[in-house]
């Protein structure tokens, strides 16, 4: 049997995590007062400070932007995170986040060690 020769790029390491999680577009323009985009449900599989997978049967396309909507153990408040999809597959999608507050930073942070 040959060695593998994946090389990991990422720069954080993962946590497997599995929790409910929910997912809307986003739009760069403003949404009415009161409005609220169509929410879609997954599974995330691992995350970490860059990304996180979502099990879904509704991945977005590749470069979508969107809302992850995560409530993490011991946090307790729902967490709202700004991502990129950055590959896909059929069972769900690859994600990056953006920039993130010292909240969702410190709750992430938590939950990989």
């Known amino acids: 049997m040959l060695p593998s020769l994946a090389v990991e790029l990422r720069r954080h390491s993962r946590k497997a995590l599995s929790v409910s999680v929910t997912f809307a577009a986003r739009s760069a323009d403003e949404p009415l007062p009161g409005a609220h985009p169509p929410r879609w449900e997954g599974v995330s599989r691992d995350i970490s400070l860059g990304g996180i997978f979502i099990e879904t049967e509704s991945p977005f ?46 709750a992430i942070t938590e939950v990989t060690r």
């Open 61 to 106: 396309a590749f470069g979508s932007t969107i809302t992850v909507y995560i409530t993490l153990p011991a946090y307790g408040a729902e967490l709202a995170l700004a991502a990129v999809v950055r590959w896909t597959a059929p069972d769900g999608m690859g994600l990056q986040f953006g920039s993130m507050g010292a909240h969702a930073t410190h």
